[in-house]
């Protein structure tokens, strides 16, 4: 996906997105943020954040930095920040994963909700979300992963040719991104029929 055809993907969701699509993709970010354990203090980077359907799930005792690529999505996020007083959200930035301008080791976890694929570079994404994790932090990716079923790839094969007017690669492949991204443990659960979780121990050693 070029970062262009995203960013007007997201222009044409952001009125509709809370409507359409929060209900559907609600189910996984209840269960990341379940699976996250947060300790109270810790930083949590939210890459994808949207519209920040997400942030009001998190403790109050815990900060949130979000990004995103949409600035009308961001816009939106902002508004529902505002309007619930979520105090412990440090930040909402207009920003492109592949290229985050945090420094190393800035965040004890990052999550990334929806996100995978639809950048343009899977495994460079990866490498970020690694970099800016501290050492022995953990990273969450929800995702909807090409499916081994044949029917169901064969469907989503099809729609392949859509990706840039869906906004997102519905045939991703999880190979796309591992081989060259991975280093550390990696454990995969299920939330339903379209969404899975993978965690990632960080196991990187960032030098300065």
Known sequence: MQIDAVKAAYRRYARI?????????????????????????????????????????????????G???????????????????????????????????????????????????????????????????????EIFIVNHFHSDNRILGGIEKALSGFSSTLGFHPDFNLREMLPAGHNGEVKMSRVNLFWKILRLRNGVNHQK
């Open 17 to 65: 997105y809370d409507t359409v699509f929060g209900p559907v993709l609600q189910p996984g970010r209840k269960a990341v943020l379940d699976a996250l354990n947060l300790k109270p203090g810790e930083r949590v980077l939210e890459v994808g954040v949207g519209t920040g359907l997400s942030l009001q799930l998190y403790p109050r005792d815990v900060r949130i930095t």
């Open 67 to 137: 990004i995103d690529v949409s600035r009308e999505m961001l816009d939106k996020a902002r508004t529902r920040v505002a309007r619930r007083k979520l105090e412990n959200v440090e930040g909402l930035l207009e920003m492109d994963a592949e290229r985050m301008d945090f420094p190393d080791a800035s965040f004890d976890k990052v999550v990334a909700m929806y996100v995978v694929s639809v950048v343009e570079r899977p495994a460079r994404l990866l490498e970020e979300l690694h970099r800016v994790c501290k050492p022995d932090g």
